[in-house]
Nanobody, 127 residues
């Protein structure tokens, strides 16, 4: 059974940085597609970063692409999101997700492309 556990969230000031981590278990050889989503109160969940692990193809939402990086170690049993220059609009619950489709074109920022979800880690950015 696939399990995803996020960590690294917290409260930071505007302009600060955070490194989110996701520990994945239940895979024999890692998930082909992993991503980060976030959900602010009263808003829909949105994809912010994805990584097709077989080819290291990444997608970052316009809102974070100039100040963030998504990565995974060689073992593909974890996922990281480094976010810098944080803004109040980055506030929300951040979820790690994993998908099983072995096609880079189906590993982007849509929730329907993912099969498993973590419980989330809260990020709060304040001025």
């Amino acid at each position: 059974q696939v399990q995803l556990v996020e960590s690294g969230g917290g409260s930071v000031q505007v302009g600060g940085s955070l490194n989110l981590s996701c520990a994945a278990s239940g895979y024999t050889d890692g998930s082909p597609c992993m991503g980060w989503f976030r959900q602010a109160p009263g808003k829909e969940r949105e994809g912010v970063a994805s990584l097709y692990t077989y080819l290291s193809v990444t997608h970052l939402a316009d809102s974070i692409k100039d100040r963030s990086k998504i990565s995974t170690p060689t073992a593909r049993n974890s996922l990281y999101l480094e976010m810098n220059n944080l803004k109040p609009e980055d506030t929300g619950m951040y979820y790690c997700a994993a998908g099983e489709r072995e096609l880079a074109a189906l590993c982007k920022l849509a929730t329907r492309e993912y099969d498993y979800w973590g419980q989330g880690t809260q990020v709060t950015v304040s001025s």
